[in-house]
């Protein structure tokens, strides 16, 4: 069973606060995100495994001569690869240029120190990628992330130093620790 519990959350904050708590244990990832890429998810899942811990690839699958007439892909030639980042699942698929990623769909990396935000900002913009605004940045492939500090949540319960956290972030393009957390103590 799966239940959630609900905390109360500032207004100013939007990211869901909700803590799942399993009944029972889970014996696989109940969701798993599945990102399509053109022809390049061998290449897109080795940049990822390259710079997350704990990451492994997993089971490939090959697209056969059945429904050439619709997928178009070579026989042999990769179709998905399973692979984990820290832990969490996901799978790739070469689908084709059908579909492209958007900001609708990012992933966010909570950071414990400003070392991996640095470092999480700058091998996911390597080669082509680049940063947005607020934490927020595309890797080569066009997925988007937020690299954020895992204090945030907690930087941003107090209405009142909510404003101010939420004015300094506003500003920034990579998260700064140092400055949100003196945002939130007024200084």
């Known amino acids: 069973m799966f239940q959630i519990r609900s905390r109360a959350v500032p207004q100013c904050y939007s990211h869901s606060m909700a803590t ?4 029972t244990p889970a ?3 109940r969701i798993t995100p599945f990102l399509w890429f053109d022809s390049n998810a061998e290449e897109a899942v080795a ?5 997350f811990k ?3 690839v997993g089971l490939i699958s090959r697209y056969s001569e059945a429904g050439r007439e619709h997928h178009g ?3 042999g030639s990769v ?5 984990d980042l820290d832990g969490q699942k996901f ?3 070469n689908g084709g240029p059908h579909f492209k990623f958007t900001e609708a769909i990012s992933f966010v990396v909570n950071c414990d120190t400003q070392t991996e935000i640095d470092a999480y900002s700058e091998s996911l913009t390597a080669q082509g990628g680049k940063t947005l605004e607020c934490g927020w940045l595309k890797d080569r492939f066009g997925l988007a992330w937020q690299i954020v500090p895992a204090i945030l949540p907690g930087l941003l319960k107090d209405p009142i130093k909510c404003g101010r956290v939420m004015a300094a972030l506003m500003q920034m393009v990579k998260l700064d ?3 949100l957390q003196a945002a939130a103590d007024g200084r």
């Open 47 to 51: 940049f990822y495994t390259s710079i």
């Open 91 to 93: 799978t790739a698929l």
């Open 20 to 23: 799942p708590t399993r009944t």
């Open 27 to 29: 014996a696989t990832q």
């Open 54 to 56: 704990n990451s492994r």
């Open 73 to 75: 892909r070579p026989p």
């Open 79 to 83: 179709m998905t690869i399973e692979f």
């Open 177 to 179: 620790i140092a400055k």
